[in-house]
């Protein structure tokens, strides 16, 4: 079992940066491939980017692509985004996958319990 925490989430405006962090605990030297989604009030969770657990070249959905970076350090995963958006207010989540592990959320087994990001215009 894994089990994944985050935190640094609270508020992030217009314009300003995020900066979360997803601690992974329990047999983390299962996991494979880690990521970062989030979901907005009303919408459907979106996935934001992923990362293999070698620390690997990782990918980034278009929407963020070029303001963010999700760097790997042993077991720890973090989100450093800049430009945020109001639109981009949501809980994100910190996903792990124990093979495999891409795109979409139903390839992750483990999940962290979210961190609210809030903002303002």
């Known amino acids: 079992q894994v089990q994944l925490v985050e935190s640094g989430g609270g508020l992030a405006p217009a314009g300003g940066s995020l900066r979360l962090s997803c601690a992974a605990y329990g047999r983390t030297c299962t996991i494979y491939n880690m990521a970062w989604f989030r979901q907005a009030l009303g919408k459907e969770r979106e996935y934001v980017g992923y990362?293999?657990?070698?620390?690997?070249t990782p990918d980034y959905s278009d929407s963020v692509k070029g303001r963010i970076t999700i760097p790997k350090d042993k077991d720890m995963l973090y989100l450093k985004m800049n430009s945020m958006k109001v639109e981009e207010k949501a809980v994100y989540y910190c996903a792990a996958a124990t093979y495999g592990g891409t795109l979409s959320d139903n390839e992750y087994g483990y999940w962290g319990q979210g961190t609210q990001v809030t903002g303002s215009s």
């Open positions: 990362i293999g657990g070698s620390g690997d």
